[in-house]
């Protein structure tokens, strides 16, 4: 079951929370700001970061997809995914609980939030990119952002 999908770039986590009860998951999401920024480099709104905005932007629409798929969702705050982040760069990061969530459930969470993030932060940063068709694996992906560098 695919439930981790980590590499230099991003990462997507989905385990099991159990000091919050039975069938409660935490769903942790990241975004290498200093990995993006030669491909964000001149197109910062506002001070926002695409790739912060897009993995904002995409969180948004993973919730809506967790719903549509019977879960409940609860926002915390809290420091549940310190430490996945792979490398010690500056990253940003987002969290939530999901609850009552089928066994199914996170593979299609984290296939859905890749391919999400990606149809959302690369075309506004490389207006002309062409984007994967396929889920790669997190190596692959990670080699697919390094060749548009």
């Not at 500056?90 to 990606?118: C, G, K, Q, T």
């Not at 490389?126 to 692959?140: C, G, I, M, Q, W």
Request: hydrophobic share 40%.
């Amino acid at each position: 079951m695919l439930n981790r999908y980590v590499n230099d770039f991003l990462y997507y986590v989905i385990r099991p929370d159990d000091k919050r009860g039975n069938n409660v998951l935490i769903y942790c999401s990241g975004v290498n700001v200093t990995r993006f920024l030669p491909l964000t480099a001149g197109k910062h709104r506002l001070g926002q970061n695409p790739a912060v905005k897009g993995l904002q932007s995409s969180n948004l629409e993973v919730r809506s997809f967790v719903l549509s798929k019977g879960a409940a969702l609860k926002s915390i705050r809290s420091d549940d995914c310190f430490g996945i982040a792979p490398t010690k760069d500056l990253w940003n990061s987002e969290l939530f609980l999901i609850e009552n969530a089928p066994d199914s459930l996170p593979p299609e969470i984290i296939r859905y939030a890749v391919m999400n993030f990606l149809s959302i932060a690369l075309p506004s940063c490389l207006p002309n990119v062409t984007l994967p068709k396929d889920f790669l694996t997190p190596e692959d992906l990670q080699a697919y952002l390094e060749s548009l560098m």
